[in-house]
């Protein structure tokens, strides 16, 4: 039996049939839920595995990314969530579901779950950005990233800077739960430069965790850069394996880190097995 899925939807969020594709791909089932139908039926959080609050636009960013949604869940699930997030699940929280976690205080949740302990703000630029970037893997021991050393995955918002007071980074970094940092086409850290750091992200931030690693908070969309015909450089890349005479994989960064969720659980039956 494989783990179940439950991808939110609802007010604004619209990337929920992409996730949701994502993660049944990789082997695991799932269902889109309304965010409403949850707060009737909390309970159905029992049926589930994985947690993920996918990408969009959330009352339309009114009263700043994430912030109405993650209040209406506060409100009406904090408990439940906790909960969920307490027993041995993985949450995964994507671009305005990246925003919703923080707010929520899911992650990076220094001192306790419900607490916020860091902001996710306007883009430097004040611009919004779309945009394909380049990110190192700083906490390889969090399940969702095991293995990765980068993801070449595209970034698209206008509220993507993550930050935080001085002594909350050097937590974040004592503890590990720096995720991933924005860096340039060399492999070397952004260091705040546009464009590849494309929001002003403190300390090039991209991705953060809470304490476990079973909660990932990433602003990149690795569900839009799952597969090599979705790339950037698809072309480029197409071309040199003609020449080199192999086969160019459909597989490419992004999927990696829904089928890390899949063998997560997948190892975890073959240990109670």
């Known amino acids: 039996m494989t783990a179940k899925v439950i991808v939110l939807s609802g007010y604004g969020l619209n990337c929920e049939e992409e996730t949701l594709h994502a993660f049944k791909y990789s082997g695991l ?6 965010i409403n ?21 959330s009352y339309g960013d009114d009263t700043g990314s994430g912030n ?19 027993r041995d699940t993985l949450v995964i929280g994507i671009c305005n579901g990246c925003q919703i976690l923080v707010n929520l205080g899911l992650v990076p949740a220094l001192n ?32 969702w990233l095991k293995d990765i050393e980068t993801l070449h995955i595209p970034v698209a918002h206008g509220e993507g800077r993550f930050m935080m007071d001085d002594s909350t980074l050097e937590d974040l970094k004592f503890n590990g ?11 070397h850290y952004a260091d705040m430069a546009f464009p590849a750091n494309p929001n002003g992200s403190t ?18 969309h690795p569900e839009r850069g799952m597969f090599t015909w979705q790339r950037d450089d698809y072309a480029e890349l197409k071309d040199q394996a003609q020449r080199d005479g ?22 975890k039956m073959k240990k109670s097995a």
């Open 29 to 34: 089932n799932g269902d889109i839920v309304h």
């Open 37 to 57: 139908d949850l707060i009737d039926s909390p309970e159905m959080l029992d049926n589930y595995d994985i947690l993920a609050i996918p990408g969009g636009f």
């Open 68 to 86: 109405a949604f993650a209040q209406k869940m506060k409100l009406a699930l904090m408990d439940d969530l906790k909960k969920f997030v307490e």
């Open 112 to 143: 306790a779950y419900g607490e916020r302990d860091v902001a996710v703000t306007y883009n430097a630029s004040a611009r919004y950005q779309c945009r394909w970037i380049d990110i190192k893997i700083e906490h390889a021991t969090s399940p």
């Open 177 to 187: 739960q720096v995720a991933a940092r924005y860096v340039n086409e060399g492999g």
């Open 203 to 220: 300390f090039d931030i991209a991705a953060m965790t809470d304490k476990s690693g079973r909660v990932l908070a990433i602003m990149p």
């Open 246 to 267: 192999v086969e160019l994989s459909d597989d490419s960064d992004g999927i990696v880190i829904f089928k890390n969720a899949a063998a997560y659980f997948e190892m």
